[in-house]
């Protein structure tokens, strides 16, 4: 009987007893390992969760949200704004500079600053934020002399979601096919027309994106605003300079600590909204993902 090709083939490659048996023991020990991994992960986001928002929602009144914190009593209404100032004007100050290094990183590549620029971008991410902080304290709340400010706490928030909205818009913009920008080339548009008009819309969604990861970024921030915007328990008067403003993250840090009812109940209500926020924003987030990635037509 005449061997064929494919019998010698199924007899190469096939697998000897040890060989499978040794393959089926780390297949079992790899998925058991992610299994108990995700377990323990789960059982901690849900344990954190389920007190965060049992805890936050019985300390939850009208007075939490019409008045302001008074010594460890009180409410957050001044802490919501100030966390919502600083966020915005960190995300505000972010956008620019990180869509633009995204654009100079994808469509300029070749250049000698776009290695600068990606080293620079890869380090800000790994630098901790308290150093953020306390850099931003040593050059504008001290040299510069603006004291506790949102103006200061805002650039912090900016500096540390830079490198996100940056890579975010690398991403997307890498992610535009070649042939549109060819096509917009041959019509006889500038570069400029290209990014603007044709590779900006299609790269839109995934940058809002990483803008809406950078609002979450800034919402759950401490370290640096407690060098950079202080603390106040009054509502901010309209001062970019010289003026600290509240913010949740520092009830959460502070008042947890605190011997009284009155201030575990603010620091609970506190996390709740900070999770409250997250969440919010990261549910945008994914719908946006899906939307772009076509999920949302089905």
Request: proline share 5%; net charge positive.
């Amino acid at each position: 009987m005449a061997v064929t090709a494919a019998d010698v083939r199924s007899v190469i490659m096939k697998p000897s007893p040890l060989r499978a048996t040794q393959r089926a023991v780390f297949n079992f020990l790899g998925w058991g390992l992610c299994a108990f991994t995700f377990a323990v992960l789960g059982f901690a986001m849900i344990w954190i969760l389920k007190m965060v928002f049992v805890q936050g929602a019985s300390s939850m009144n009208w007075k939490v949200l019409s008045t302001v914190t008074t010594g460890v009593g009180g409410g957050l209404l001044n802490a919501i704004e100030g966390t919502l100032l600083l966020a915005l004007g960190g995300v505000v100050l972010s956008v620019p500079p990180g869509i633009a290094a995204g654009i100079y990183l994808s469509e300029y590549d070749g250049g000698w600053l776009a290695p600068v620029l990606r080293f620079m971008s890869d380090v800000l991410v790994g630098v901790p934020s308290i150093v953020v902080g306390y850099f931003c304290y040593v050059t504008m709340v001290d040299q510069l002399g603006w004291k506790f400010s949102i103006a200061a706490g805002s650039i912090s928030l900016a500096i540390i979601s830079m490198p996100y909205v940056t890579r975010t818009a690398e991403v997307a913009f890498r992610a535009v096919p070649r042939t549109l920008r060819e096509a917009g080339f041959g019509l006889g548009c500038t570069p400029g027309t290209v990014i603007l008009r044709v590779c900006l819309p299609m790269a839109l969604p995934t940058i809002l994106t990483g803008v809406l990861l950078a609002l979450a970024i800034s919402v759950g921030e401490t370290a640096p605003l407690i060098y950079t915007a202080g603390w106040s328990s009054y509502m901010w008067t309209g001062h970019l300079t010289n003026e600290p403003v509240g913010y949740l993250t520092y009830v959460i840090w502070t008042f947890i600590t605190e011997p009284f009812a009155s201030a575990h109940a603010l620091a609970f209500a506190a996390a709740f909204f900070v999770t409250v926020f997250v969440l919010i924003i990261s549910v945008i987030a994914r719908v946006v993902t899906f939307r772009r990635s076509g999920w949302g037509h089905h």
